[in-house]
């Protein structure tokens, strides 16, 4: 089922109209920078939250370049812009009062800076006892590594990823997303959902903690299960998958493909389909462990063949049998494809900075409320005036304010 974005509304300066979003009627206070934080925000944004982004008043450079580049207007649209001080009297106070009227607060910096700024969960909570509060960090908020500076690519060698990466014996290799920060702003918004609904039951909020390192030890799943159940420390596969053999790439006479053989049952459609029958007798690889033993020459006899045929027949074959299979992808092609543009992966909306353009929509799709791309980023303080009056500041309060530097 396709849901093509809505339309993006004429005045972009207010907050995003909620509609029939999920979670109209929440606000947030978004604390947050650089990458983990913001993903975790957007999930919550994108479904009708009213998210106030909380900015220095001095423009600083953003992490991943200025705001009319790619990575900011992804991750910040769907939100209003309060420049706050939060080292000055005035914004601070500014800033507690916004957060007595908060249902969710989101924040990513080391663990020590809210309790020194006194905005950390104990101290809000007092005067707001339904706070969900939501701290990301790079290692957790205590223990032996706490004070540690957190960034993907340490968490993704620390969490073991980067050593079962990349062909074996060329050492580590990366993943070419920064897995371990989105994967961690994604269970803080899921950590958030469930305490929200907990939250209806018991009237009372509470501490949502993650860290990169936590998403990214979670993330090993099954080779950790490996580990912590058989004691077996897997090393690097390469393109290879480290148990279902034969599943990784093959070269085509135009390209290279995926193919994905998991279990016998498709085993023998994979013979069929390479009209080698004998291999589904053939001892060296009739059983899973067999094929796990014999898994380079296996490899060798397949691409002998898939060489014969261009990755476009390949597939079309694999498929009419049931063995999966697929393309290989540069990014334009991704979105170049049918399939992306019918699930309406690429939403258009109106940028400020750069006018006309497209955006990545949500993996989600729901029936009654889906997501929506309903305002773009905002500029760094744009929503200030219409924030603090909201919380009963006068005209000549923002004023003082403004003029103190602490908006």
Known sequence: MSQPAEPVPDNMSGAPSPGKAALA?????????????????????????????????VDTAQFGGPRSGPDFQNLHRNKRSLTLDLKTAAGLDAFRKLADSADVIVENFRPDVKNRLGIDYD?????????????ISGFGQDGPLADRPGFDQIAQGMGGLMSITGEPGAGPMRAG???ADLCAGLFAAQ?????????????????????????????????AARFLMDGVVPGQAGNNHPTSIPTGVFRTSDGH?????????IWAKFCEV????????????????????????????????????????????????????GEINDIGQVFASEQVRHLGLAQPFVSQERGATELVGQPILMS??????????????????EILTEIGLSRDEIAEMKASGAT
């Open 191 to 223: 950590g958030i959902l469930i305490a929200l609904f907990e939250r209806a039951q018991s009237g009372k909020g509470q501490w949502v903690q993650t860290s990169l390192l936590q998403a990214q030890v979670f993330m090993l799943d099954f080779q």
């Open 123 to 135: 101290t809000l909570s007092r005067t707001n006892a339904r706070l969900v509060y939501a701290s």
């Open 25 to 57: 009627g929440l606000r947030v206070l978004d604390l947050t920078r650089v990458r983990s934080g913001p993903t975790c925000v957007r999930q919550l944004a994108d479904w009708g939250a009213d998210v106030i982004k909380i900015e220095a008043p």
């Open 177 to 179: 997303i920064p897995i």
């Open 368 to 385: 009654r409320t889906p997501s929506r791309i309903a305002s773009p980023p905002p500029t760094a303080g744009q929503h200030s005036a």
């Open 274 to 325: 390479m009209d080698r029958p004998d291999w589904h007798d053939d001892a060296r690889y009739a059983t899973a462990p067999a094929r796990s033993e014999h898994r380079d020459a296996l490899g060798k006899e397949i691409e002998a063949i898939t060489l014969t045929r261009a990755t476009a027949d390949w597939i079309t074959l694999f498929t009419k049998a049931g063995v999966p299979a």
């Open 257 to 265: 493909m995926n193919i994905a053989v998991t279990g016998n049952t």
